[in-house]
């Protein structure tokens, strides 16, 4: 009888115990914490329009440093006898483009006397009409290294009007744009964290009499502004940089003033308070911290904003001065000869649209990289 009630229980408890004699704990998380910008960097990596623009924005600021130093020749050494030669470059020439060669309207009668040993090739022969007379004319390849006692020199952007090599300044002056552009954007940083955190964390009347200010000189034209200073100081950089920040940093303040805003009410700001601490803590340790993604963000949309700014005014005719090159003065220099001689105007307008769109690409993934409301997301 009580074998069979036995057998019974073990029918009705059909569970088996089991890892009794075993201490059992929870298994060791594996890896480490992903902090707030290891985790923003992870996410801009994964997105390959911005690393390529990154790429390329750290390329163009290496040239601008190394690529002087690879030309024999300074940014403000003039050889009037090479004016105006084509880009040459070796290896390359042997393809047939960049060869330092210009196809040209020549006079026939002129091959043998001023165009001598520099013909390349002969294209078509054809008779000009002029004043009712027909004067024969061919359409040559010309190779302008040769007829200008060139020969073996290489200009890998040709040369301006003045026989400068382009290739040297264009760096140089790219060099300039970029140096411009980040100091401009650094002091307007500056300037709007600290302009912003007051108007922000403060409010009230010190709020309201700030941001009088700022509309105040929001309608004052940066142009006027440029004017003003460049007649008053001369050209140069530092009429550009006076002008960009006194209104440049207005933007970068009512970002900082609308972060404040939102966490100067926060739990941990009011318990950091409660417990002494004091205003400069608190807007630099605990606030100001969680604005660092949209400053950066900012900051990096601003830098070709101010490249921009400044390659206008440059071409405006407000630029740096003489021999002083940057991106809108070669520019504007090469718009007077574009059509003879578009490498002048094409080398520059590359160089600035990179810029520009690798910029705002590298923006956008880090808009994107610090947005808290991805964090995580794959």
Avoid at 7 to 22: A, G, H, I, S, T
Avoid at 47 to 59: D, P, Q, W, Y
Avoid at 352 to 370: T, V
């Amino acid at each position: 009888m009580m074998k069979l009630e036995t057998d019974n229980n073990k029918e009705q408890n059909p569970f088996e115990l089991v890892q009794r004699e075993k201490q059992l704990a929870d298994e060791k998380f594996e890896g480490k914490a992903i902090g707030f910008f290891k985790d923003a960097m992870l996410r801009f990596r994964k997105n390959k329009a911005s690393s390529v623009a990154a790429f390329f924005i750290g390329l163009i600021i290496v040239m601008a440093i190394i690529a002087p130093l690879l030309s024999s020749f300074s940014y403000r050494e003039q050889h009037i006898e090479w004016s105006l030669l084509p880009p040459r470059v070796p290896v390359i020439e042997k393809l047939g483009i960049w060869d330092g060669t210009k196809v040209m309207d020549i006079k026939k009668s002129s091959l043998d006397e001023k165009y001598k040993g520099s013909i390349v090739k002969v294209m078509d022969e054809y008779d000009m009409d002029y004043r009712g007379r027909k004067i024969p004319m061919v359409k040559a390849k010309v190779d302008m290294y040769e007829l200008k006692g060139a020969k073996d020199t290489y200009f890998w952007m040709g040369t301006d009007p003045l026989g400068r090599d382009q290739w040297t300044r264009l760096w140089k002056g790219t060099r300039i744009s970029l140096l411009i552009g980040f100091m401009a954007v650094t002091i307007n940083v500056l300037i709007g964290i600290t302009y912003g955190s007051i108007s922000g964390y403060y409010g009230g009347t010190v709020d309201m009499v700030l941001q009088r200010i700022i509309e105040i000189l929001s309608g004052v034209p940066q142009l006027v502004l440029v004017i003003l200073f460049v007649m008053y100081l001369g050209a140069g950089i530092l009429p550009f940089i006076l002008a960009m920040i006194i209104t440049g940093w207005i933007g970068m303040s009512r970002m900082i003033r609308a972060q404040f805003y939102k966490y100067k009410g926060q739990e941990y700001v009011l318990a950091s308070r409660t417990m002494g601490a004091k205003d400069r803590l608190l807007i630099f340790r605990h606030i100001l911290p969680n604005a660092i993604g949209p400053i950066i963000t900012q900051a990096t949309f601003a830098v070709p904003g101010a490249i921009f700014t400044e390659s206008f005014l440059s071409y405006l005719g407000l630029g740096l001065g003489a021999p002083e090159p940057s991106i809108g003065v070669l520019l504007a220099e090469g718009q007077k000869v574009l059509l003879e001689h578009p490498h002048l105007t094409l080398f520059p307008a590359i160089v600035i649209s990179i810029l520009m769109l690798s910029f705002n690409l590298f923006g956008n993934g880090l808009r994107d990289a610090f947005d808290p409301t991805l964090r995580g997301q794959e």
